[in-house]
C-alpha cells in the first residue's frame, strides 16, 4: 500500500509559479515511479508529468513541457511538481500517482497504469 498526500495548490496569476508537493509513505518510494496527472471541470483526467525512481528519467505532456519540472527527494518520500508560466488552461485539480508495477524508466502516460491515488489539490490560475 502507499498513500499520497499532495499540498501546494492555490491561487496563482497568469504567468505566476506555484510547486506542488507530494508525500509518501507505506511502500519503499525509491522503489517505484511517480506522475503527475490533472482534471479540469467537465473534462478527463490527464497524464502531466513522470519521473523515474531514480530521477534520471522524466517526461512531460506537450502541453507543459519547458514550464513545469518534475522532480523527487527519495530521502523525503517526496515528489515534485515546479510549474512556471502558469497559463489560465493550466487551472485544475491535481493528483500525483504511483506506478508500482511498470517499468520505472519507462513513459506510462494512462490513469490505469498507476495503482495509487492521492486526494488532489486544487490549483486556479486567473487571467
Known amino acids: 500500500q502507499v498513500q499520497l498526500v499532495e499540498s501546494g495548490g492555490g491561487l496563482v496569476q497568469a504567468g505566476g509559479s506555484l510547486r506542488l508537493s507530494c508525500a509518501a509513505s507505506?511502500?519503499?518510494?525509491?522503489?517505484?515511479?511517480m506522475g503527475w496527472f490533472r482534471q479540469a471541470p467537465g473534462k478527463e483526467r490527464e497524464f502531466v508529468a513522470r519521473?523515474?525512481?531514480?530521477?534520471?528519467?522524466?517526461y512531460y505532456a506537450d502541453s507543459v513541457k519547458g514550464r513545469f519540472t518534475i522532480s523527487r527527494d527519495n530521502a523525503k518520500n517526496t515528489v515534485y511538481l515546479r510549474m512556471n508560466s502558469l497559463k489560465p488552461e493550466d487551472a485544475a485539480v491535481y493528483y500525483c500517482?504511483?506506478?508500482?508495477?511498470?517499468?520505472?524508466?519507462?513513459?506510462?502516460?494512462?490513469?490505469?497504469?498507476?495503482?495509487?491515488w492521492g486526494q488532489g489539490t486544487q490549483v486556479t490560475v486567473s487571467s
Open positions: 507505506g511502500r519503499t518510494f525509491s522503489a517505484y515511479a
Open positions: 519521473i523515474s525512481w531514480s530521477g534520471n528519467n522524466t
Open positions: 500517482a504511483a506506478d508500482v508495477i511498470g517499468s520505472s524508466s519507462y513513459l506510462r502516460v494512462g490513469t490505469n497504469e498507476y495503482t495509487y
